[in-house]
C-alpha cells in the first residue's frame, strides 16, 4: 500500500476520483437544480494538477 501512495499511480487514481466528483456536480445541477460553481471550478483545477503531475512524473513505484 504504501508503494502504491507514493508511486505515481496515486495521482491518476485522485484524477478518476475528482471525474467521479465532477460528475456529482453534473447530477445535481440538472437534477436538482443546484449549481455548485466554486466546487466546479476548484475540481477542475486540482483535476489540471494531478493530471498535470501523472504525465510529468518520471518515476514509477508500483
Do not use: D, P, Q
Not at 19 to 41: D, E, N, S
Not at 48 to 53: H, K, N, P
Request: positive net charge; glycine residues 4%; proline residues 0%.
Amino acid at each position: 500500500m504504501k508503494k502504491f501512495l507514493t508511486g505515481n499511480w496515486w495521482h491518476l487514481f485522485c484524477a478518476f476520483y475528482m471525474v467521479a466528483i465532477i460528475a456529482y456536480i453534473v447530477f445535481f445541477a440538472v437534477v436538482h437544480h443546484i449549481l455548485m460553481a466554486g466546487f466546479l471550478v476548484s475540481t477542475l483545477f486540482m483535476l489540471g494538477i494531478e493530471l498535470y503531475i501523472f504525465a510529468t512524473s518520471r518515476k514509477s513505484v508500483v
